[in-house]
């Protein structure tokens, strides 16, 4: 009788034991571990992780990278990262391959390497020498004729090469081997703009076997690459590989412009765009399969959660920032006037590259004036 009692007790203890364990490694009872817990969609394995805070991100040209430069921004500015920055303007290199050699003194760090590299830049893979290790490398690709078209009336070709898009591809774009031969804007703006900014050279831009392998290198070099087309999806995928908070990626869209100014091509010509932005073309193509086997594995209605999630943030941001919208500038890009008295959040997610960019340099370069000061006082 009485040991019947104890096996009872016994198996009460170890039911008991189990279910605190379970409860524990799920979070539902705190145990003062400060990382947050998730559960990957797929596997019912609690993982432990915690914020990854080390980012390059590769800003290609007229791929909302700005929008997402400002959130990345952001982040390294509440979390006092340090930025590898432009030492004027907001390019580090493009037309020259990025090296080590572009690294500005003035606003380098004691060990010479850096949390965040969100500028403009021409990528070589010399860019992994000044990172920190367990960075996440990032892009996003934008479909290759709405990307022509957007730089196209973005830069104002028209001026440039004195024809309106239609004119400029019957004329200049219907031979693929001239084509070539166009001169990129500024050095740097013209076809395959994305595989240019990510480092390929324009002799192999009709080399299927180059191209190939280049598309290869940014697949083995690049943790993740967003999606224009899909940008929500692709910054919720992105809180997730960073273990961010989907707050962290609040946005206002930034040197982005209104749909009136986009032209309307006919298929023929949209057909012609693709052929002579092939590279591109090619690179989209693959990194859109990708993106998807990325969407299906997240799961899509956790994801579509997400987005309905980061949606209500935006506008709650838009509300409580914003007191009207304007188109200005260069190229006629949406600008904010903010409310009155409004907070940091609101002053910093309106702010522009430039003047963002600036902001941050001066932060960056009187922390390490105070460091050198202190080093030169222990020198001495
Ligand atoms: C590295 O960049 C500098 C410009 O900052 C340039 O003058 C130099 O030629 C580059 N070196 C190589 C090997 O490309
Ligand atoms: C481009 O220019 C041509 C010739 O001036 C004109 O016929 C055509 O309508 C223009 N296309 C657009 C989309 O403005
Ligand atoms: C394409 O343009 C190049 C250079 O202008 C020229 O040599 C070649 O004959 C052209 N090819 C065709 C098919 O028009």
């Not at 019912?44 to 590769?58: A, D, G």
């Not at 990345?72 to 907001?90: A, V």
């Not at 949209?270 to 690179?283: E, H, Q, S």
């Not at 838009?318 to 500038?329: D, F, I, P, R, T």
Request: aromatic share 12%.
């Amino acid at each position: 009788m009485r040991l019947v009692k104890i096996k009872y007790c016994f198996a009460f203890i170890v039911i008991l034991l189990t279910l605190i364990t379970f409860l524990i490694s799920f979070n539902f009872i705190p145990t003062g571990f400060k990382h947050r817990t998730i559960i990957e969609s797929k596997s019912p394995q609690p993982v432990t992780v915690t914020e990854k805070n080390h980012i390059f991100f590769l800003k290609t040209h007229k791929c909302a990278s700005s929008t997402v430069q400002n959130i990345l921004m952001r982040f390294g500015h509440m979390e006092n990262l340090d930025f590898l920055l432009p030492s004027i303007h907001n390019y580090i290199g493009n037309p020259i391959h990025f090296n080590t050699s572009m690294v500005s003194n003035k606003y380098s760090t004691v060990d010479g390497k850096f949390d965040m590299f969100v500028h403009h830049t021409r990528y070589s893979q010399e860019v992994k020498s000044v990172m920190r290790s367990g960075t996440i490398y990032v892009t996003i690709l934008r479909e290759p004729a709405a990307l022509f078209q957007s730089l196209y009336s973005f830069y104002h070709f028209d001026k440039k090469y004195k024809c309106n898009l239609t004119e400029f591809i019957t004329n200049r774009l219907s031979n693929k081997t001239s084509a070539n031969y166009i001169k990129r804007y500024n050095n740097k703006l013209g076809i395959n703009q994305m595989n240019w900014d990510l480092g390929m050279v324009t002799n192999d831009f009709e080399n299927i076997d180059m191209i190939n392998k280049h598309i290869n290198m940014i697949e083995r070099d690049f943790d993740f690459v967003m999606i224009f087309e899909y940008l929500d999806a692709s910054l919720v995928l992105l809180a997730h590989i960073m273990q961010w908070p989907l707050e962290k990626m609040a946005y206002l869209p930034l040197n982005s412009r209104k749909n009136t100014y986009k032209q309307i091509l006919s298929n023929d010509d949209v057909d012609r765009l693709l052929k002579v932005n092939m590279a591109d073309n090619m690179l989209y193509k693959r990194f859109l399969l990708k993106f998807k086997k990325m969407v299906s594995k997240y799961g899509i209605e956790k994801l579509k959660k997400e987005i309905k999630r980061l949606m209500v943030i935006n506008q709650e941001i838009l509300e409580m920032c914003v007191q009207s919208v304007a188109n200005k500038g260069y190229a006629g890009t949406i600008s904010y006037k903010l409310k009155a008295n409004t907070n940091a959040i609101c002053k910093y997610i309106a702010m522009n590259e430039l003047k963002y960019t600036s902001y941050l340099r001066e932060i960056q370069y009187e922390r390490q004036k105070k460091y050198n000061e202190l080093d030169k006082l222990m020198n001495n």
